[in-house]
Structures are given as structure tokens and as C-alpha cells.
């Protein structure tokens, strides 16, 4: 009875003859996932991405991609008979006369916004687990490239409907090409066509946004996912989970099912958000017109920290030969290209730099819990601190309007806060993990508290501590150290000759500040003369 | 008062009373107060108003300025420290700060709020501060009804106009914004037309004044039409989470979006296929 019926076994021969695919099929349908949520968070930007594609293909049948000046005629009163841009008219033609179109539009946009949320809350994933590390560097790279060309990619839809707001974003992003010296001007007149902002701009934006950067990204996000699949997901330290095994649940069926609820999942949320939440409103914006512009004039959130680093910009610039040599302006080039390279180049670099300090050569699929690597934690939450600064500064009209706070005092203080914010960021949350160090090595030395309080016959009260479970003590136990790199020091005292420069001695400094486990878990009792009650007592239960 | 000591020792006893110089002031006081209010109704601007009956109401008005505005704006409206000259703003100007709330400014920060009326404010009230106002030294009047009915106007021009001039400061749904200093440019939510018109007219606190060469009375009406027909419609793409642009749409992202979908990774994640028992 388990051989298949005739008609299913005919068709999957001839496949497989022709295709291989039954090998294929057997080798990877059972292949292991590990079981977290957070290794989750990346699918919600693929399935955000599916969505963005079904979406954005609807709206292409509708959207007019053209400068053209056309006299408004549709359904909505207060724009009737304004002069505008096809682009803009036909983006109205969707929100109000095509059937289940202003829906398609929100969903597209919100989808926009998860996309690029989804890809950065992956990515903190990713970072704080150490899961870039050897091999996985290229796909750490890969996921770098995708995130710049999403935000590439947002910029360009947001300014195709060619609305008021849209415009003050393509204004912007053509200050900061002409500010490049040298060649900006040249730049800004082969985009545009011409003078600022000319006919060709969203034609163009057009072809980037709906072809050239959704087909790089489709390609970027295929070998993410070959190379995801070939290497193995890394998994959290736990029980009977080595650097050799998956421990998790098969492809098929119990991933492919969650996989599949939780595209579901992705889908709902951004039908309820295209739903209930109204997203772009295009049409309280008006046209674009160079002239006009609006107070509370914001990019979508993922160039708010783009945004809030030219609004906390110092006004420098330097002139040339007095005005007549040329102007570079500090004020527009730094913010713009300052903040994103730190972002972006540090990211790229990190997993080599971290190389290059522990001098770690080896494979790692076990995972980090964030704790146990105090130092690249602090790194990333100072790197958030400075990122969630910038962007919440990029909102400092909004807050000050709303909370009655000066405008002027929101500069100040984010003048200030860019600095020190990320320094006090990284002291705290280094303080943070090794405190949750010493909490995991009391709970391994001492074991967890019981909740019981026991009367010794002398009097002295202890509390009854009782070994952890299995699987906590495995997952704590996962901690693994952090290689510092020999110094190599000989017999008269004489460091290896790479150690000698003045860069060698900065990476033995830093590899031991980097390495040096400062809680050991496996240290025993010594806690001093204060646990001494509580250490006898707990000695007795314990053992 | 000789042979009266006792009367002269009660006259001194009371001259030193501790609240006697208080008396004596409020006696001065009362007397320039009120000289001065015999005195001022004669001048040559109040003649119109007289002329047109409506010498009653500059007179009332002048009583509600003294009571309510003087501190500031100074005994004859000439101005003091803490508050501008009132000579020449017009009615409008009195119509919109006192019918908002805004004036009497309750304290003197960057920018009086629109505030609840205090129970004084009646539109009589009004009517005769404006009156009385107007009658120092003329000023932008207050528009007809039919000046600033929004059924009137031509909102898809008023919107081109709008966008020019206001929503630099007021955001493109008048949703207001920020301005530097601690000033800001209100919502005009709750501004009726007759107040949006007369701020135009005046330039109250940060606002430019656009007067009737700038933008015309018709002009005005479109824009009135516009600010009013935005502000009543329903936001056909679901809540318009304050109309203020993409802020808002960026915390709903995330603190919506990506925590439902998080609890949904969790919640997925958590039901672990049970071993076989």
C-alpha cells in the first residue's frame, strides 16, 4: 500500500528522469531549521517584498510615468481643474476612480515601510548574534547591498506620484548632488535632464524603481536565500546543538508550514494597515510645484536619520578663491554622506574588523547570545543610539510643534546628543552585559533559587538554591570565548615584529579588551565572605 | 481746629492709618481715571462712530479695554513693554485675538495659545472692543458674512493659493507646525472663517499679514473654501493619523507592523510539535 498511485508515480518519474529532481527534492525537503523567533524577522521582508511586487505590478497598469501637464478632471472637488503632471493625475486616477486601487496604493506603501523595518530588525538580529561571522561574511555583504538598494529603491517610489511632499524629497536629493564638488553639476543636469527639475525625472525613476533596482534586488534576495540554504541556519546555543548539527524542524513539512502561516501573517498585517491606517494621502499634498513647500515635509522613515543629520548640520562651507572658484557645501555634503557612510561602511567592515582583532579564523553556527560578546553588543547598541538619534532629529519640528519644545533647543540637544548619546549607550549596555554575565554564572555556580527559606539549626536562615534545568544550563553553558590574539611575546620579552608598529600594539590592546572573558562561568564559590550563608547552605542541597 | 483736639488727633490717628496711603492712592487714581475718562471721548475719531449711533459702543468698549487689555496694551491702547500698540490694527485684529481666546494672553510666553473664552467674551463684548479699537485709528475691518462664506468660494484655486502661501508654516492640511523661538503656527482646525479671514487681514503674532492687494477678498473666500472643505473630509485611505505626513505613518510601521508581526514570530515559533507520548 505505500506505493503511490499510477498516475502520480508516472508524472514524478518522468520528472525525475528528466529533471533529477527526486534526489533534489529528498536531499532538501527534510533540511533543518532551527526553531526561534527571532530567526523569523527576515521573512518579514521577503514576503513584504512578494507583496510589493503583486502591488506594484496593479499600480503600473494605471500609473502614468510622465511630466506631462494635464488638467485635473476626476472625482476629487478640491483639485479639479489644477494644472499638474500626468504622474500626479494618474496616481489621483488610482486613489479615487480605480476600483480597490487606493487600497492596492496603501498596501504598497506600508509594504514599502515593513520592507525596509523588516530588513533592519534582521539585521540587529543577524549582528547581535554574530551570525555574519565566518562563513556566513558574504551574505552579511549580500544583506548590505540589499538594504542600501532598498532604500534606493524607496526613494525613487516616493517620488513617482509627484506630490507636493515627493518633490520636496527629489529637491532635497538634488541639493546633495550638486553639493558633491566637482562633478554635481554635472550629475544633477545627466539626471534631470536639464535645469532642476526639468521633464524626465520620474520617467527615469520610473524605469530605476519598477525594473533596474527591483531586478538587482530580486537577484541579491535569491542568492541570500541559496547561500542562507547551503551554509545552514546558525542556531542558538542549546541542548545537543553543536557546530556540526541542525537541531530544528524539517523544511517540509513543519518550516514550510510556518513559512507559510507567517507569510499570511506579513500579508494581513499590511492589509490591515492599507485598511485602517491612510498612508501617502497624495491628494492633501497638491502637485509639485518647485515654489511651494510644507511645513512638516518628511522622507518615509527609513531616510528620517538622513533627514535629522541635515537638520543638525552646522552651517560650513567653504569658498573658494572668495565666491567666484566654487562653494563646497559642508553643511548639505557632510550630513549627506557622513552619517550613511559610517552606517554602511562600518557594517560592511564589521565581521573583518572583529576578525582581525580576535584573530578568529574559525567556522561559527552556533549563535551568540548578545550578552556574551559585551563588546559588540555595546558597538551595536551605540551604532542604534546614533542612527535613532539622527532620526528622531529628523522629526524635530513635528516634536517640537507637538510637545512645545523650542525648535531651536531639539538642534541644540541633538548637537550634543550625537556625540555623547552613542559613548553613554555603549557604558551602559556593556554594563548591562556583564551583569547578565554574572547572573548566568551565579545561575550555573549556584544553580536558580527555590523559593524555599530554610532555618539551619544554628539559627541562620539560607535560601534552598536547586540546579537549573537541563536546557537552561545548556543554553548558558553555550557561551563560548572570544579569542584574543597571542602576543607572542619571546623569552627576552620581545613582541613579534607585527606587534612592534604602532597598529600592532592597538590590535593586541584591543583583542584583549575584545576577548577577555571577565565572568567565567565556571567560577566555582568564591564569592566572597556576604554569600558565605547562602553558599554553605546551598552546598548541602545541591549536592 | 483749635479747640477740637480731639477731632484733630482722630483726622491724624486715621492719616496714619497703614492703610491710609492706599486710600489716598486709589482717591488719585479714581480721580485721573476718571477725569481722564470725561476727557478722552472728545477726541476728533470717536466722532464717526458717534455719527453712525454707534458712540455707545466705543464707549462700552473703551470700559471693557480698561478692565481687560490696559495692563498690556496701555490706558490708551499706545502700548507698554509687555504688550504693542494697539492704534491702527483695526476691528479685525481685536475680532480674532479676543473670539480665539488668545487675548487677554493669559501669560506672556513666545505666543499666546487659542484658549476657552472667559465668560466676559461675548460676541456684544467683542463687538464693542472692536469698536472702540477701530475707533483709535481705523485699521482692517471684519469681513462680511458673505466675505468669508466658504459655499462662495472656489476651493480647487483656494488650494493652489494655500499651498503657496500658508502651508510653509501651517502644513498642507493646516495641521500647524513649528516655528523658531518657541512660536508656532497654529492647526486651523478650529478657526472659523471669519477668524482665518481676519488672519490674513491682520498678521496676528508670527504671521505675515496678506492683505487685499497680496491676496484679494475673493481670493481669500477660495482659500477659506479649501482650508474648510480639507479639514471636513473624511480621510477616504482609513484614520488619517494627524494629517502631519510621514511621521506618524513611520511609528505606525513600527510600532504596529513589525511588533504584530514579531508577536506573530513568537507565537509561531512557540508551538513546539509535541513529543510522542
Known amino acids: ?543 | 481746629m483749635i479747640g477740637t483736639g480731639r477731632s484733630v488727633n482722630s483726622i491724624t490717628a486715621r492719616r496714619r492709618h497703614p492703610l491710609a496711603r492706599f486710600a489716598v492712592v486709589a482717591l488719585a487714581l479714581g480721580l485721573l481715571g476718571g477725569g481722564y475718562a470725561l476727557a478722552a471721548p472728545t477726541g476728533s475719531t470717536a466722532d464717526a462712530a458717534v455719527a453712525s449711533g454707534k458712540a455707545d459702543d466705543v464707549a462700552q468698549g473703551k470700559d471693557l479695554f480698561i478692565a481687560h487689555c490696559a495692563s498690556c496694551h496701555g490706558l490708551n491702547a499706545e502700548g507698554t513693554k509687555s504688550g504693542p500698540t494697539l492704534v491702527g490694527v483695526g476691528a479685525a485684529a481685536v475680532d480674532f485675538q479676543v473670539s480665539s481666546g488668545r487675548m487677554p494672553a493669559s501669560d506672556p510666553g513666545a505666543q499666546a495659545p487659542r484658549k476657552p473664552l472667559d465668560e466676559w467674551v461675548t460676541p456684544q463684548a467683542i463687538d464693542q472692543l472692536a469698536a472702540y479699537v477701530q475707533s483709535l485709528g481705523g485699521g482692517p475691518t471684519r469681513p462680511a458674512a458673505e466675505q468669508v462664506d466658504p459655499a462662495k468660494g472656489d476651493p480647487a484655486k483656494g488650494g493652489e493659493l494655500f499651498r503657496a502661501n500658508c502651508i510653509q508654516c501651517h502644513n498642507f492640511v493646516g495641521a500647524g507646525g513649528a516655528l523658531t523661538y518657541g512660536k508656532y503656527a497654529p492647526s486651523l482646525n478650529e478657526s472659523s472663517p471669519t477668524q482665518i479671514y481676519e488672519a490674513m487681514a491682520t498678521g496676528p503674532q508670527a504671521m505675515p499679514v496678506f492683505n487685499d492687494s497680496t491676496i484679494t477678498p475673493d481670493q481669500k473666500r477660495d482659500m477659506i473654501a479649501y482650508i474648510t472643505s480639507v479639514r471636513s473630509q473624511v480621510d477616504p485611505g482609513g484614520s488619517g493619523l494627524g494629517r502631519i505626513g510621514p511621521v506618524t505613518e513611520g511609528l505606525v510601521a513600527w510600532i504596529a507592523g513589525i511588533s504584530l508581526l514579531v508577536l506573530a514570530a513568537i507565537w509561531i515559533t512557540a508551538k513546539k510539535r509535541q513529543a510522542h507520548s
Open chain 1, 1 to 543: 500500500m505505500d506505493t503511490p498511485p499510477k498516475a502520480i508515480a508516472g508524472v514524478s518519474t518522468f520528472l525525475d528522469d528528466r529533471l533529477g529532481a527526486g534526489s533534489f527534492l529528498k536531499r532538501n525537503l527534510r533540511k533543518m531549521f532551527p526553531d526561534h523567533w527571532s530567526f523569523l524577522l527576515g521573512e518579514i521582508a521577503l514576503y513584504s517584498f512578494i507583496v510589493l511586487l503583486l502591488t506594484g505590478t496593479f499600480l503600473t497598469f494605471w500609473f502614468k510615468p510622465s511630466m506631462g501637464h494635464v488638467m485635473y478632471d476626476g472625482s476629487y472637488e478640491p483639485l479639479k481643474g489644477i494644472m499638474m503632471s500626468e504622474a500626479y493625475a494618474s496616481t489621483l486616477n488610482i486613489s479615487f476612480d480605480v476600483r480597490g486601487g487606493l487600497l492596492i496604493r496603501q498596501i504598497h506603501h506600508w509594504a514599502a515601510l515593513l520592507f525596509v523595518a523588516g530588513m533592519v530588525v534582521h539585521m540587529l538580529r543577524v549582528f547581535f548574534t554574530g551570525a555574519y561571522r565566518k562563513p556566513r561574511e558574504l551574505n552579511w555583504l549580500i544583506g548590505i547591498g540589499l538594504l542600501s538598494l532598498a532604500l534606493f529603491e524607496g526613494l525613487t517610489g516616493y517620488s513617482l506620484p509627484d506630490d507636493l511632499l515627493s518633490g520636496a524629497g527629489l529637491r532635497i536629493t538634488q541639493g546633495v548632488i550638486l553639493s558633491i564638488p566637482l562633478i554635481g553639476t554635472y550629475i544633477q543636469f545627466f539626471l534631470f535632464g536639464g535645469e532642476y527639475p526639468g521633464e524626465d525625472i520620474i520617467s527615469r525613476f520610473f524605469t530605476l524603481h519598477i525594473l533596474l533596482i527591483p531586478g538587482i534586488l530580486l537577484a541579491l534576495i535569491t542568492a541570500h536565500m541559496i547561500l542562507m540554504w547551503v551554509q545552514k541556519h546558525t542556531q542558538m546555543p542549546g541542548k545537543g546543538r553543536t557546530e556540526k548539527n541542525v537541531v530544528g524542524a524539517p523544511f517540509y513539512p513543519a518550516f514550510m508550514a510556518k513559512a507559510g502561516a507567517y507569510f499570511l501573517f506579513t500579508f494581513g498585517v499590511l492589509a490591515l494597515l492599507g485598511t485602517f491606517a491612510q498612508i501617502n494621502p497624495i491628494w492633501l499634498f497638491g502637485p509639485y510645484t518647485p515654489a511651494d513647500i510644507s511645513a512638516g515635509s518628511q522622507p518615509d522613515w527609513y531616510m528620517g536619520f538622513l533627514e535629522g543629520s541635515l537638520r543638525l548640520m552646522v552651517p560650513w562651507e567653504i569658498n573658494l578663491f572668495g565666491t567666484s572658484g566654487g562653494t563646497i557645501p559642508l553643511s548639505v555634503l557632510i550630513p549627506a554622506l557622513v552619517p550613511l557612510g559610517i552606517i554602511m561602511t562600518g557594517l560592511a567592515l564589521y565581521p573583518f574588523l572583529e576578525q582581525w582583532v580576535t584573530g578568529d579564523r574559525r567556522e561559527h553556527h552556533i549563535a551568540d547570545r548578545p550578552r556574551n560578546n559585551a563588546h559588540r553588543t555595546s558597538i551595536g547598541i551605540s551604532a542604534v543610539t546614533f542612527y535613532g538619534i539622527l532620526w528622531l532629529l529628523g522629526a524635530n519640528d513635528e516634536i517640537s510643534a507637538n510637545f512645545h519644545i523650542g525648535l531651536y533647543e531639539t538642534t541644540i540637544f541633538g548637537r550634543f546628543a550625537i556625540f555623547l548619546g552613542p559613548v553613554i549607550a555603549y557604558i551602559i549596555t556593556y554594563r548591562v552585559c556583564i551583569g547578565l554575565q554574572r547572573k548566568d554564572a551565579e545561575v550555573v555556580s549556584h544553580g536558580v533559587e527555590s523559593g524555599v527559606i530554610k532555618r539551619m539549626p544554628n539559627g541562620e536562615y539560607i535560601e534552598v538554591h536547586t540546579p537549573p534545568a537541563d536546557d537552561i544550563l545548556a543554553h548558558i553553558r553555550g557561551k563560548k570565548e572570544i579569542p584574543v590574539i597571542e602576543s607572542g611575546v619571546d623569552r627576552e620579552g620581545i613582541p613579534p615584529k607585527g606587534a612592534r608598529s604602532l597598529i600592532g600594539r592597538l590590535r593586541a590592546k584591543m583583542s584583549k579588551a575584545y576577548g577577555t572573558d571577565r565572568i567565567p562561568l565556571e567560577e566555582g564559590h568564591g564569592h566572597g565572605e556576604e554569600h558565605a550563608a547562602v553558599g554553605a547552605g546551598e552546598r548541602k542541597e545541591v549536592h
